[in-house]
């Protein structure tokens, strides 16, 4: 009796077939065992986390396994199909992924933004070009307004769908508010080299255009539609008497200018108020400068919106920040800043930000002397340019879930239609706009989730519900802590502009990549081939399908369902498949 | 070409299947599995021995076999001397490279064909014997067997009366043989049996490997638990996954992560623990540790040298 | 080459004349001698074997099972408990249709223990698929012996040659010791139809449906009703090679005999020596050896047993609550028979107890003195 492949019955008729003996004469496969079974082990990849919370909708459970396979490139190329600006959100994003991260249960959360970093290091190292699909080039001509994060993932999606596009830029360069962040966090050859791979794709770039100003929304008029993603460029004012004096310099003027490479008179003492990422831009670049400075912040650390590291690593550059403290006034001498009043503050009640609403302490004014004071309160758009028909709301565009303004075709995204405040919120809102362009320009109905929400240009199939903690086989999974990243020491940042994080060398980011539970995410570990009885569980036809399900042998055990490492495999009833 | 292996296990399986789907073992049987991977680890060149035992059943009804390789199915005490004849044939046929596999329940070698097999490996017989250990006689509905643990439920220890009497210590009677090889195996360990399965095809001898095989019906598991409950038996070191060289050369091949878990985990998964009491559970507990910490002493303790 | 050996012994030649492969035994009392010869043969490098010094028979049985699925000639010994121990697996290695020769010497079953000759071993086994074949001498157990393994591997059945305790196992005779080369030729090695291969991977024994197991039951008594045939031809085969044969059935001085006896084993010796008096007293008496008891030659019986008058049965053994055995299967025979004489039984020398002439002359003489049976059957010497 050889090795048997196929299904064979036997029934005898006459002694004569029978061997003398109970000899086989064929294999078990007559006997289609999935007949038994009455719940069912489906290959259905979930929704990781990291992926879930990603902002710009990266598939970063993907890349952090091509990268623990050493596969870089393609690790890379699966970024930048969702966002091409992996080079500044490794360095600058807040990495909501990391906050949701499983692993935080086991050692701590992936150092996601590390491996990022990492990949757009290594396709920098490597002169990786934006790789461009190959797809059939579209006449439809766009014009996308602020050459922002926002703009520019708008311009590259576009044009990654065949389409032609320009880009006008109010500032002499591509780049908006990207190119304010100091470059101790992000050096300006990362971002000019990844806003260059987009230009290269082809986005026709016109800087020096200010809508409104040089351009008017009718003079779009003949682009088959319209982007708008101008940002926040003005200040938040300060409010409070002695505003006007010389000393005291807007933060995003003064991280402007200091980008430029343009001298900035400081003074000795600097007064920076606010507790946002600009504030503690601000204060660490006045920290290089040679200032001593010190923030004021109206609530406490557990409100400050500034991302945390940030704020201990100005700490550790020898900022102080006093909280519980608004300026009251601006302080000036002979039309110069001197100093600032300032009242102490308490927590009220929450407002409709959710945080306690901060109140003046009665009679708990006192002064500070300070030569600068850099407002850092956040920035708000300048609306100007709009006409009746694109409504906004509290200095914001209104959109819908397709990016849509009240005025079609333009559309809006990015800070001036959702004030999320990040790149990486920029660049999610520029695809979101592309891919709903798209449909606009082809007729096609697509559903957009709500913008809190992230959208891919490429996703993988997937199930909607996010793996969480509970839903891994962790005896899999051993306890391993995150690699440090190494960092410059601060008493060497304060003198330099160079870059504070050093982020992760090959051997870190490897490791850390196979720290990665890859949540919901199939990765070959092969457990359900292994512990599966019945061997009902057989290799795929290719990498896309590893595995499939022999359900004529399978008994649904559920042995395959409980033993993947990472909720992979759904378990269904099998009535559900009866009709099919 | 594949995609490495990187991740949460690296199994050093091989690939080729020598067992065939169809057979009619109950959905999630440990036993089912322990074949696939002992036949993946001894390769084509084996012969099994079958007494009776589920796998009688599991291998299939004439005229049909779950297994590539030959099968001898045998009364239920005899695979021990069954298999000691197979080997002497296949030695003076001059076939010496295939691998005698015994492959027995609990019933077949803690009671019954106890006999057979000490007797077998007294003489030393080339062949691997293997006692895949459900703890009862689950073949025919879930009776008492000497592997039964203490206080288990079974048809013939009822609730009202569970079982007296702890389980047989069946790897220190083999060991007091000075076999050359004994060791224990589970289901949630393969790369640990499979490289048992291999050292003991290896060797030359007699050699014993014990394997913990979960029984969802005669255990009143889930069928998907059964990974599960073998990795908890080794975790909670209710069953220690070990070897015994010559008898007397301990080595502990997995140590349980973190100190091990509590045995209330394994046992609540249980249908036949469910009417335990805590103070039972802490006499368990209690035995289980007073076991492992014995295991451990004999692995330190071990003063076996190689003869030359 | 004549040797004087003992029954065990002649047991003994004819294993390593078969060219054994494969020997498991345990000992039992009077079955030693046989295993002790086979074991210095091997150890001797006189027999190429491989001798298995198991722990009891139930595992000889099972490992010559083994040993004999695997493609090897496997051969055991054994006698009374040791037989009964073995029962399961008997029935198993012919159900497995293995050509399994064992020597088994007929000993009383205890309790109280006896280490004596009477049938009741082997005859319960009756019913196992075995051929079971009585001899009378020491040279009939070797040759039978030999015989035994043709008849075995040519109808794929086990077969047990039974040779008496002590009045055999321990008694020498002379005997003639064929060349090995001649039996060489005689007797071709072990080639199985079915055996465990990995060219063939199948699985042997497993469970059979009862839409399948009748005709597993029907091919082993298709291969015992054939194995009458090949034994009558292999015992014929083997008369031309050694100028000895010994019939399924032996008549002995039944031409114009009136009366009957029918023996088997060593009593068939003594017996003899009793027709030939009393042919000398003008009795017309003679007599029938039932060599091959399984499968039961019943066309033989009835034409060796065609025309005479009475039929007196001898038997060493009783299947209690009905008779002796011999006389039942006897019985059996004739009741196809055109005439059916009246079939006298006699139990008797049950443990050992001396058969002597006297004894046979008695149950002549009651079987002369009644027309008809008066009972089932009749004991001779119990003291009553």
Redesign the interface.
């Known amino acids: 009796m050889k090795k048997q492949t196929e299904a064979r019955v036997i029934t005898f008729t006459s002694e004569a077939e029978m061997p003398m003996m109970p000899a086989s004469m064929a294999s078990t496969l007559y006997n289609k065992t999935g007949s038994w079974r009455y719940m069912r082990p489906l290959y259905v990849n979930k929704t990781p986390p990291c992926n879930a919370a990603c902002p710009a909708g990266e598939d970063i459970v993907m890349y952090l396994q091509l990268t623990a396979q050493g596969r870089y490139a393609e690790a890379w190329e699966t970024i930048v199909r969702e966002n091409p600006f992996p080079g500044v959100c490794g360095r600058v994003c807040p990495h909501p992924c990391e906050s949701e991260c499983n692993r935080e249960h086991l050692g701590g959360a992936i150092a996601i933004h590390c491996q990022e970093r990492f990949l757009a290091d290594y396709a920098a190292a490597h002169d990786l070009g934006l790789p461009m699909p190959d797809v059939p080039q579209r006449g439809e001509h766009v014009a996308v307004v602020g050459a922002g994060p926002a703009g520019l993932s708008c311009a590259y999606h576009l044009r990654r769908m065949g389409y032609q596009v320009t880009v006008f830029d109010a500032g002499d360069k591509p780049g908006g508010m990207m190119r304010l962040i100091p470059e101790y966090r992000l050096p300006k050859e990362v971002l000019e080299r990844e806003i260059a791979a987009i230009v290269a794709t082809g986005v026709e770039v016109k800087t020096g255009v200010r809508l409104g100003v040089d351009v008017s929304l009718d003079d779009l008029k003949d682009y088959a539609a319209v982007f708008l993603a101008v940002g926040q460029s003005r200040s938040r004012r300060l409010g409070v008497p002695g505003e006007e004096a010389t000393g005291v310099l807007p933060g995003i003027d003064f991280l402007a200018r200091v980008a430029r490479g343009q001298r900035v008179g400081l003074g000795e003492k600097v007064a920076v108020i606010g507790g946002g990422n600009t504030a503690m831009d601000a204060a660490r670049t006045a920290r290089r400068l040679g200032a001593d400075v010190t923030i004021f912040y109206r609530r406490s650390r557990a409100e400050m919106p500034a991302i945390d590291e940030e704020v201990n690593e100005a700490l550790d550059e020898g900022v102080r920040i006093e909280f519980l403290r608004a300026p009251v006034a601006v302080l000036t001498e002979n039309g110069h800043v001197r100093g600032l009043r300032l009242t102490e503050m308490e927590l009220g009640a929450p407002d409709e930000s959710g945080r306690r609403r901060p109140l003046p302490v009665a009679g708990s004014e006192y002064e500070v002397a300070c030569d600068t004071v850099i407002p850092a309160l956040g920035q708000v758009a300048d609306l100007s340019f709009l006409d009746a028909e694109v409504k906004s709301e509290r200095g914001r565009i209104i959109t819908d879930e397709k990016a849509a303004t009240t005025r079609p075709p333009i559309f809006a995204g990015g800070d001036v239609a959702t004030g999320f405040g990040t790149v990486t919120a920029a660049v999610g809102s520029g695809k979101r706009a592309a891919l709903a362009i798209d449909c606009f320009l082809r007729g096609v109905e697509r559903t957009f989730p709500d913008l809190a929400q992230n959208v891919q240009a490429a996703p993988r199939p997937h199930d909607a519900a996010v793996v969480r903690f509970e839903d891994l086989n962790t005896a899999y999974f051993e306890e391993e802590p995150r690699p440090r990243q190494e960092q410059r020491p601060a008493a060497e940042r304060v003198t330099t502009f160079e870059e504070v994080n050093l982020g992760y060398g090959e051997d870190a980011a490897l490791a850390e990549a196979q720290r990665c539970f890859s949540c919901g995410t199939c990765n070959e570990c092969d457990n359900c081939l292994i512990f599966c009885p019945d061997v009902a569980v057989l290799r795929g036809p290719s990498d896309d399908e590893p595995f499939v399900f022999n359900y004529d042998y399978c008994k649904g055990c559920g042995i395959c369902v409980s033993e993947c490492p990472r909720h992979a495999i759904s378990f269904e009833e099998e009535v559900k498949f009866a009709e099919t | 070409m594949?995609?490495?292996?990187?991740?949460?296990?690296n199994?050093e399986?091989p690939?080729e299947?020598l067992?065939?789907?169809?057979?009619?073992?109950c959905?999630?049987?440990?036993a089912?599995?322990a074949m696939?991977y002992a036949l993946k680890a001894l390769g084509?060149?084996t012969?099994v021995?079958i007494p009776a035992c589920c796998w009688?059943?599991i291998?299939?009804?004439?005229?049909?076999?779950?297994?590539?390789?030959?099968?001898?199915?045998?009364?239920f005490?005899?695979a021990?001397?069954?298999?000691?004849?197979?080997?002497?044939?296949?030695?003076?046929?001059g076939k010496e490279d295939?691998t005698v596999m015994a492959w027995a329940g609990d019933g077949g070698t803690f009671d019954i064909g106890i006999?057979?097999l000490?007797?077998a490996v007294?003489?030393n017989e080339d062949f691997i014997y293997v006692c895949y250990d459900n703890e009862a006689y689950m073949n025919t509905g879930i009776q008492r067997s000497s592997a039964t643990p203490w206080m288990a439920w079974t048809t013939t220890t009822p609730v009202k009366h569970p079982k007296d009497e702890p389980k047989k210590d069946i790897m220190a009677i083999m060991a007091a043989h000075y076999i050359p090889y004994t060791a224990t195996a589970t289901?949630a360990y393969?790369d640990d049996m499979i490289a048992k399965f291999r050292k003991a095809k290896s060797i030359h001898g007699a050699k014993f490997i014990h394997v913990l095989s979960p029984c969802?019906p005669g255990w009143k598991s889930?069928?998907?638990?059964?990974?599960?409950l073998s990795?908890l038996a080794v975790q909670s070191k209710v069953f220690p996954l070990y070897e015994i060289e010559h008898g007397e050369k301990v080595t502990i091949n997995v140590w349980p992560?973190d100190g091990g878990v509590p045995v209330s985990e394994y046992l609540r998964l249980q249908g036949r623990f469910r009417h335990l009491s805590d103070e039972n559970i802490a006499a368990i507990q209690a035995e289980v540790d007073r076991n492992w910490e014995r295991l451990v002493a004999k692995a330190k303790g071990s003063v076996y040298t190689e003869l030359v | 080459m004549k040797k004087v050996v003992t029954g065990n012994y002649a047991v003994s030649w004819g294993a390593r004349l078969a060219r054994a492969q494969v020997i498991a035994a345990y000992p039992i009392t009077p079955q030693t001698s046989i295993i002790e010869k086979l074991a210095t043969f091997c150890a001797d490098g006189e027999m190429e074997a491989r001798f298995i010094k198991v722990e009891s028979e139930h595992s000889a049985m099972a490992a010559c099972i083994g040993a004999s699925a695997a493609g090897a000639r496997a051969f055991t010994a054994t006698s009374g408990q040791g037989l009964l121990l073995m029962h399961e697996v008997v029935h198993w290695a012919a159900g497995a249709r293995l050509p399994i020769v064992m020597g088994v010497v007929n000993r009383a079953i205890g309790p109280g223990w006896n280490i004596w000759t009477d049938q009741n071993d082997t005859l319960s086994q009756r019913d196992t698929g075995w051929l079971q074949f009585y001899c009378e001498t020491n040279q009939e157990v070797l040759d039978t012996t030999i015989q035994a393994v043709k008849i075995a591997e040519t109808v794929f059945l086990p077969a047990m040659v039974v040779l008496d305790a002590f009045l055999l196992s321990h008694t020498s005779e002379p005997v003639d010791i064929p060349d090995q080369a001649e039996v060489d030729a005689f007797l071709p090695p072990y080639r199985p139809e079915l055996k465990l291969d990995l060219d063939d991977p199948r699985a042997f024994g497993a469970l059979v449906l009862p839409s399948d197991y009748m005709e597993m039951r029907y091919k082993i008594q298709k291969a015992m009703e054939r194995a009458v045939g090949v034994a009558e031809a292999v015992d014929h085969e083997w008369g031309e090679r050694f100028g000895r044969s010994w019939g399924l059935v032996e008549r002995y001085r039944l031409d114009d005999a009136e009366i009957a006896l029918v023996t088997s084993g060593t009593v068939t010796g003594t017996s003899r020596v009793v027709v030939d008096e009393l042919r000398d007293k003008g009795l017309k008496i003679g007599l029938l050896k039932v060599r091959m008891f399984r499968p039961f030659p019943h066309e033989k019986v009835r034409q060796a047993l065609a025309g005479i008058e009475k039929v007196a049965v001898i038997d060493r053994n009783i299947s209690f609550g009905d008779s002796g055995v011999f006389a039942q299967e006897v019985r059996a025979a004739l009741y196809r028979a055109d005439k059916r004489p009246p079939v006298f039984d006699f139990v008797t020398g049950l443990g050992g107890r001396d058969i002597v002439p006297a004894t046979i002359r008695e149950i002549v003489d009651y079987t002369v003195a009644h027309d008809a049976p008066v009972e089932e059957f009749t004991w001779i010497g119990v003291k009553k």
């Open positions: 594949r995609k490495p292996k990187t991740y949460a296990r199994y399986i690939e299947e067992t065939y789907s169809g057979s009619v073992s959905p999630g049987c440990g089912t599995l696939r084509p060149k012969m021995v009688s059943i291998a299939g009804p004439f005229p049909y076999s779950s297994l590539t390789v030959p099968i001898f199915h045998t009364a005490e005899t021990g001397a069954v298999s000691s004849g197979i080997r002497a044939a296949l030695d003076i046929l295939i006999q057979a000490s007797a007294e003489r289901i393969p969802p889930e069928a998907s638990d059964s990974i599960k990795r992560k």
